[in-house]
């Protein structure tokens, strides 16, 4: 099962607003509302997002969404903070091996 | 608050067997699905294996099909990872992780801490 296709790194400046994409399949993003969205710090584990395409879990700042199109999920981050910088990874149920993340997007908050 | 400890990780030859434990705590186990995701140093995440709630589904990522096997005891509220015929491509961080519902379809909400597996002669 290939992994999901993401941007290998975004930026944006404080205040704005980014998106990442995440393109999988027919077979994964494209058959299921299965998607969820990671953040991870350096050296720390990751953490929940995003659930189910666009559920935001407690906890975690409303500027933070995620919608889906056809095969290709987003996150989208708006009012990027200095703390947003971290990487992102999408994932994904699919109809093989039943999970698949993406390689993984680099946020820098110039 | 949900609480998951890894162990068993460590320094191992090539072609030699691992087997990593998950002591979970803040939830109520026997209700969700537990999955493992390795990560390599430097590099991006990788789902491993998972299990139901009750232990009726497993599976496994391509790459390590036929070599691990997941494994959880309720009484315990312990998950497992028996690692076999390991490789240098399995040297990762290995995080024990809580799935969002009782089968493998719903993703995973909670990340433990990890623990380092090292293949090396």
């Known amino acids: 099962q290939s992994a999901l296709t993401q941007p290998a790194s975004v930026s944006g400046s404080p205040g704005q607003s980014i998106t990442i994409s995440c393109t999988g399949t027919s077979s994964d993003i494209g058959a299921y509302n299965y998607v969820s969205w990671y953040q991870q710090h350096p050296g720390k584990a990751p953490k929940l997002m995003i659930s189910d395409v666009s559920n935001r879990p407690s906890g975690v700042s409303n500027r933070f969404s995620g919608s889906k199109s056809g095969n290709t999920a987003s996150l989208t981050i708006s009012g990027l903070q200095t703390e947003d910088e971290a990487d992102y990874y999408c994932?994904?149920?699919?109809?093989?091996?039943?999970?698949?993340f993406g390689g993984g997007t680099k946020l820098t908050v110039l | 608050e949900v609480q998951l400890v890894e162990s068993g990780g460590g320094s191992v030859q090539p072609g030699r067997s691992l087997r990593l434990s998950c002591a979970a705590s803040g939830f109520t186990f026997d209700d969700y699905a537990m999955h493992w995701v390795r990560q390599a140093p430097g590099k991006g995440l990788e789902w491993v294996s998972g299990?139901?709630?009750?232990?009726?589904?497993?599976v496994y990522a391509d790459s390590v099909k036929g070599r691990f096997t997941i494994s959880r005891d309720n009484a315990k509220n312990s998950l497992y990872l028996q690692m076999n015929s390991l490789g240098a491509d399995d040297t990762a961080l290995y995080y024990c992780?809580?799935?969002?519902?009782?089968?493998?379809?719903?993703?995973?909400?909670?990340w433990g801490q990890g623990t380092l597996v090292t293949v090396s002669s």
């Open positions: 994932s994904s149920y699919t109809t093989s091996s039943p999970w698949v």
């Open positions: 299990i139901s709630w009750n232990s009726v589904s497993m």
């Open positions: 992780t809580k799935g969002s519902g009782s089968g493998i379809k719903k993703g995973i909400d909670y």
